[in-house]
T-cell receptor, first 114, second 116 residues
Framework: GAGVSQSPSNKVTEKGKDVELRCDPI?????LYWYRQSLGQGLEFLIY????????KSGLPSDRFSAERTGGSVSTLTIQRTQQEDSAVYLC????????????FGQGTRLTVV | AQKVTQAQTEISVVEKEDVTLDCVYE???????LFWYKQPPSGELVFLIR??????QNEISGRYSWNFQKSTSSFNFTITASQVVDSAVYFC?????????????FGTGTSLTVIP
């Protein structure tokens, strides 16, 4: 597709379960970002990938959160032992690389932990 | 400290009124980039504009215009003759060349409601 694709659109999980969220960036975009948006809140930075460089994980809230990007394309955000406070919309974005270029966002995955 | 401040949490205007959304940023970099995004009720963030720190020219795109003033560290967004379809949350964002690409710093957003 032409845009950033995220799956699933919605995910309901039980507290304590692990979840995986997927992001397909725009073809050719070397930079990929994950953000989290809680209800009515702004965007919280989680992690950033740029090409083959080591990712910037400075925004991950705990060691229950991890992310991978395989082959410089698809990324998976994994949350282990989910907690209710993890409930949020997880947004993925990609850009041509570097903060000088705009990022394009997917529609997000709405995660609900019950 | 917040790098991007959007002091207006919610704004309501009547259709056809003009409205300005404020954005104040903070950075020590001489090279940086500013952005505005729109998040309609559907939820997907839509890119509106990018500005680099060396270009202080105001920009107009249809009913939208942006006023970038380095002297006051502001990048304000004006919608002229607002329409109901403009109802959305608008986010201002900053990225810094020194840490190019590491992240975009977003403000907390301004929720705009245009009343018909």
């Amino acid at each position: 597709g032409a845009g950033v694709s995220q799956s699933p659109s919605n995910k309901v999980t039980e507290k304590g379960k692990d979840v995986e969220l997927r992001c397909d960036p725009i073809s050719g975009h070397t930079a990929l970002y994950w953000y989290r948006q809680s209800l009515g809140q702004g965007l919280e930075f989680l992690i950033y990938f740029q090409g083959n460089s080591a990712p910037d994980k400075s925004g991950l809230p705990s060691d229950r959160f991890s992310a991978e990007r395989t082959g410089g394309s698809v990324s998976t955000l994994t949350i282990q032992r989910t907690q209710q406070e993890d409930s949020a919309v997880y947004l993925c974005a990609s850009s041509l690389g570097g903060g000088s270029t705009e990022a394009f966002f997917g529609q997000g995955t709405r995660l609900t932990v019950v | 400290a917040q790098k991007v401040t959007q002091a207006q949490t919610e704004i309501s205007v009547v259709e056809k009124e003009d409205v300005t959304l404020d954005c104040v940023y903070e950075t020590r970099d001489t090279t940086y980039y500013l952005f505005w995004y729109k998040q309609p009720p559907s939820g997907e963030l839509v890119f509106l504009i990018r500005r680099n720190s060396f270009d202080e020219q105001n920009e107009i795109s249809g009913r939208y215009s942006w006023n970038f003033q380095k002297s006051t560290s502001s990048f304000n967004f004006t919608i002229t003759a607002s329409q109901v379809v403009d109802s959305a949350v608008y986010f201002c964002a900053l990225s810094e060349a020194r840490r190019a690409g590491n992240q975009f710093y977003f403000g907390t957003g301004t929720s705009l409601t245009v009343i018909p």
